[in-house]
Every structure is written in structure tokens, then in C-alpha cells.
């Protein structure tokens, strides 16, 4: 993975107010949106506005990726193909249920990055997880390719799709299984787990709190990142995914007494009272991980 991904903020091709917004905030990475909030009118329209973005704006400190239509739609290939030869830092694939389709795509920008002699794997995947069928097979789908950078749940196609309405409200149980095995399957897969955009109940009178609670929920499941409706949430978002300043000194400690420690010593090692065994020591470099680090580009 190139960089940090606690918030990834949708934009929709050709809307130039999002795309204002979107630049002028702290989204780990902007994510252009050709698939479902683009009706097929726009759709063409769409992708040639984020090609232009594409070829002319600098996104500075933001990662970028695109979320194309399916290959088995009108507008799918034309998508992976016009957007191949630019910097794009991932695609967000829809719907994805079998690790063929993935493969597939795989296949074809592979041999795009060799015919051109583009770095293999320049351009990352992360997988729409949004039907029954693609929570069964997520971890297939997590290790079918290298180029696979996490799994990203969809929750308003996967409770459509499973004929129920989605329920917003704090402490939901509705999607505790499909998250749980999300998590695992990536997790198992050794890679990033994003949970669904969220969405504030009907009369909700402090977004800010819920926004709070509904993170802090998920990162204790496991996910390493959400998606962004409202850039209203990224601050929040990105706090909740954030090793605090006190987390982050004790990483640093544990991880610099656990490495100088030789042999037996290793059985000894305390800081602040907490035994560092190598787990603590191996989640201590995962915190450090979560230190926002500037995008490197070219």
C-alpha cells in the first residue's frame, strides 16, 4: 500500500464543487466515482472529466483512486482502458464476487505495466464487497492477486440485495456478521479491511458524536478505514483511525527495548510496567504504521 487509507472520500466524475472540496481536505485519498452515483447519461461525461483532473491536477498530500463500472457493462472497459496510462494509486472495483472477474482485471493492467514498462503493480485494487455472494468468498478474493489492496464493504447494494432496509441506528447488529467476516477474511489475506460510508439517522441532532461512535466501533473490529459521503467526517475519521501521541510514544519505547534486548532478556522486557512479548512488540510496529507519512509521487 503507497499510503495511509483512513478516509477515502467519494467524488463524482464532472461535479466540480465535490472535487473543490475534496482537495481542500485532510481525505487520505479522493476516490472518483463513475459507477453507481453516475447515471449512464453522465457516465461518459464523468470519465472524461476525472480524465482531465487526472492529467492536470496536482492532489498533493491525497492518494488517488477511481471506482469504474463492472467489466460486464457497457462502460467498464472503456473505463479500465482510458485509465490505465494515468498515476492512479487504486481502482475500486464494484460488485466483486468471484476471484476470476478480479484476476481478469489483473491480468489485463499487468500486461498494460509490461508492454509499457510501467512497475509492476503501480496501480493497486481494493474490492467492492457488496453482495451476499462476495461476503462468502472475501477472502478468495482478498488472495487471489497481489495487486489486491483491501476489502471494502458496501453496505447500502449488500442490504438491497439481501431485501432488507439498512438500519442506521447506534449499536446496529444488522451487518455484524458480514463486517466480522470482512475483517477476517482480509485480515487472513494480509490486507486493509474499509467499512461502508456513514450515514446519520433521519433527525440525528449531533452527527459529530455518532460519526465518533459509529468509528470507533468498527476500528474495534478490526477495519483500517472507511469510506467518506460527507467531507464533513474526515477529521473525525482519521482521529478515530489514529494512534494517539501517548500510543505512539509507547510504541516507540516497546519497540526500542524489545529490539535491544538479546536472548533471555527478551523474557524480561518491561516498559511502564507492561511485558513486551513479541505480539506487544509486533502491534507496537503496527501503531507506528498508523503515522500519517507524506505521499510519495513519480
Same mark, same amino acid.
Given at each position: 500500500?503507497?499510503?495511509? +487509507?483512513?478516509?477515502?472520500?467519494?467524488?463524482?466524475?464532472?461535479?466540480? /464543487?465535490?472535487?473543490?472540496?475534496?482537495?481542500?481536505?485532510?481525505?487520505?485519498?479522493?476516490?472518483?466515482? &463513475?459507477?453507481?452515483?453516475?447515471?449512464?447519461? +453522465?457516465?461518459?461525461?464523468?470519465?472524461?472529466?476525472?480524465?482531465?483532473?487526472?492529467?492536470?491536477?496536482?492532489?498533493?498530500?491525497?492518494?488517488?483512486?477511481?471506482?469504474?463500472?463492472?467489466?460486464?457493462?457497457?462502460? =467498464?472497459?472503456?473505463?479500465?482502458?482510458? &485509465?490505465?496510462?494515468?498515476?492512479?494509486?487504486?481502482?475500486?472495483?464494484?460488485?466483486?464476487?468471484?476471484?476470476?472477474?478480479?484476476?481478469?482485471?489483473?491480468?489485463?493492467?499487468?500486461?498494460?505495466?509490461?508492454?509499457? =514498462?510501467?512497475?509492476?503493480? +503501480?496501480?493497486? &485494487?481494493?474490492?467492492?464487497?457488496?453482495?451476499?455472494?462476495?461476503?462468502?468468498?472475501?477472502?478468495?478474493?482478498?488472495?487471489?492477486?497481489?495487486?489486491?489492496?483491501?476489502?471494502?464493504?458496501?453496505?447500502?447494494?449488500?442490504?438491497?440485495?439481501? =431485501?432488507?432496509?439498512?438500519?442506521? /441506528? #447506534?449499536?446496529?447488529?444488522? &451487518?455484524?456478521?458480514?463486517?466480522?467476516?470482512?475483517?477476517?477474511?482480509?485480515?487472513?489475506?494480509?490486507?486493509?479491511?474499509?467499512? /461502508?460510508?456513514?450515514?446519520?439517522?433521519?433527525?440525528?441532532?449531533?452527527?459529530?458524536?455518532?460519526?465518533?461512535?459509529?468509528?470507533?466501533?468498527?476500528?474495534?473490529?478490526?477495519?483500517?478505514?472507511?469510506?467518506?459521503?460527507?467531507?464533513?467526517? #474526515?477529521?473525525?475519521?482519521?482521529?478515530?483511525?489514529?494512534?494517539?501521541?501517548?500510543?505512539?510514544?509507547?510504541? +516507540?519505547?516497546? #519497540?526500542?527495548?524489545?529490539?535491544?534486548?538479546? =536472548?533471555?532478556?527478551?523474557?524480561?522486557?518491561?516498559?511502564?510496567?507492561?511485558?513486551?512479548?513479541?505480539?506487544?512488540?509486533?502491534?507496537?510496529?503496527?501503531?507506528?504504521?498508523?503515522?500519517?507519512?507524506?505521499?510519495?509521487?513519480?
Amino acid at each position: 500500500m503507497k499510503g495511509l +487509507r483512513r478516509s477515502l472520500l467519494w467524488v463524482i466524475g464532472g461535479d466540480g /464543487t465535490q472535487l473543490k472540496e475534496g482537495l481542500a481536505s485532510r481525505a487520505d485519498a479522493i476516490c472518483f466515482e &463513475l459507477e453507481d452515483l453516475c447515471p449512464a447519461e +453522465r457516465k461518459e461525461s464523468a470519465r472524461q472529466a476525472v480524465i482531465k483532473w487526472l492529467r492536470t491536477l496536482d492532489f498533493g498530500h491525497h492518494e488517488v483512486g477511481v471506482r469504474i463500472n463492472s467489466l460486464d457493462s457497457p462502460w =467498464g472497459r472503456d473505463d479500465l482502458e482510458a &485509465l490505465l496510462p494515468l498515476p492512479i494509486d487504486f481502482l475500486r472495483i464494484p460488485k466483486c464476487e468471484n476471484p476470476r472477474n478480479v484476476l481478469d482485471i489483473d491480468a489485463i493492467m499487468t500486461q498494460y505495466e509490461r508492454t509499457h =514498462g510501467i512497475g509492476q503493480n +503501480r496501480t493497486e &485494487l481494493i474490492l467492492m464487497i457488496e453482495t451476499p455472494e462476495g461476503i462468502r468468498n472475501a477472502y478468495d478474493l482478498a488472495a487471489c492477486s497481489s495487486r489486491v489492496a483491501g476489502l471494502n464493504l458496501g453496505a447500502v447494494d449488500l442490504t438491497s440485495a439481501m =431485501g432488507i432496509k439498512r438500519d442506521l /441506528t #447506534i449499536g446496529s447488529t444488522q &451487518l455484524l456478521y458480514a463486517k466480522q467476516k470482512l475483517v477476517m477474511d482480509a485480515k487472513a489475506a494480509h490486507k486493509s479491511a474499509f467499512d /461502508t460510508a456513514v450515514f446519520c439517522p433521519p433527525g440525528s441532532k449531533d452527527w459529530d458524536a455518532f460519526v465518533r461512535q459509529d468509528t470507533r466501533a468498527i476500528r474495534q473490529m478490526g477495519f483500517t478505514g472507511r469510506s467518506v459521503s460527507n467531507p464533513a467526517h #474526515i477529521d473525525i475519521i482519521n482521529e478515530v483511525f489514529s494512534a494517539t501521541p501517548e500510543e505512539i510514544a509507547f510504541a +516507540r519505547q516497546a #519497540i526500542r527495548a524489545y529490539e535491544s534486548a538479546k =536472548g533471555e532478556e527478551k523474557m524480561h522486557v518491561y516498559v511502564n510496567g507492561i511485558y513486551i512479548d513479541r505480539p506487544v512488540y509486533e502491534k507496537a510496529k503496527r501503531t507506528l504504521e498508523t503515522v500519517k507519512q507524506p505521499i510519495q509521487r513519480g
